[in-house]
């Protein structure tokens, strides 16, 4: 059976944005995990959520879509590599590795899900899809495309998508990515 996982960003939760909307959409397809992972300075890295999605390993399956945004996509390449667990699709929403971001909290929290070798993620997702957008103001479009480059079948650009949150008009809905997932 199809099921979903749905990845938040730092600092985020599964409340945010158009997370709420997107779960209730994708309900109507599946089984929809739309998961709050620990955040804060102290408590927000891989490890920790690790073990949050190590709750929920037994329903991912090569069926399973994952749909991250921000420090999402990488958390979950991680995480796949490191148990050796293959899904159908990823869809990563302004996704970046190896990327500093203010020099402060957010670069603490998020070191610790970068991946050296992201080529070898090819074998363990058969379909990978990078939206992103010129005028994000939180990661460079360099880095944006360098982490696309490495992971994506295909890139998605969306114009004045900024980091695809509230602030940049996605507090509600977010159509084009429900589409791609459809």
Same mark, same amino acid.
């Given at each position: $059976? ?11 939760? =599964? ?6 909307? #997107?779960?209730?959409? #994708? ?20 490890? =920790?959520?690790? +073990?949050? #999605? ?21 958390? %979950?390449?991680?995480?796949? $590599? ?29 070191? =610790? $899900? ?25 990661? +460079?479009?360099? @880095?944006?495309?360098?982490? @696309?480059? =490495?992971? %994506? ?28 997932? +459809?």
């Amino acid at each position: $059976m199809r099921n979903y996982f749905i990845i938040h960003g730092s600092f985020g939760n =599964s409340n945010e944005h158009y997370l709420p909307w #997107l779960k209730e959409e #994708l309900k109507k397809q599946g089984e929809v995990f739309c998961i709050d992972f620990p955040i804060g300075v102290n408590v927000q890295c891989f490890d =920790s959520w690790s +073990k949050t #999605l190590d709750k929920y390993k037994d329903k991912i399956n090569e069926e399973t879509i994952f749909i991250g945004r921000s420090i999402g996509p990488i958390f %979950a390449i991680k995480y796949l $590599m490191e148990k050796d667990l293959k899904i159908n699709k990823l869809i990563s929403v302004s996704g970046f590795n190896n990327y500093s971001v203010d020099g402060g909290d957010y670069d603490k929290v998020n070191e =610790s $899900m970068f991946v050296k070798d992201l080529k070898k993620f090819k074998k363990y997702c058969s379909e990978v899809v990078c939206i992103i957008s010129e005028n994000d103001p939180y990661v +460079k479009l360099t @880095a944006l495309n360098d982490f @696309a480059n =490495s992971v %994506a079948n295909k890139i998605i650009n969306i114009k004045d998508g900024g980091h695809f949150n509230t602030e940049s008009g996605y507090g509600f809905k977010f159509e084009e990515l429900l589409n791609l997932i +459809k």
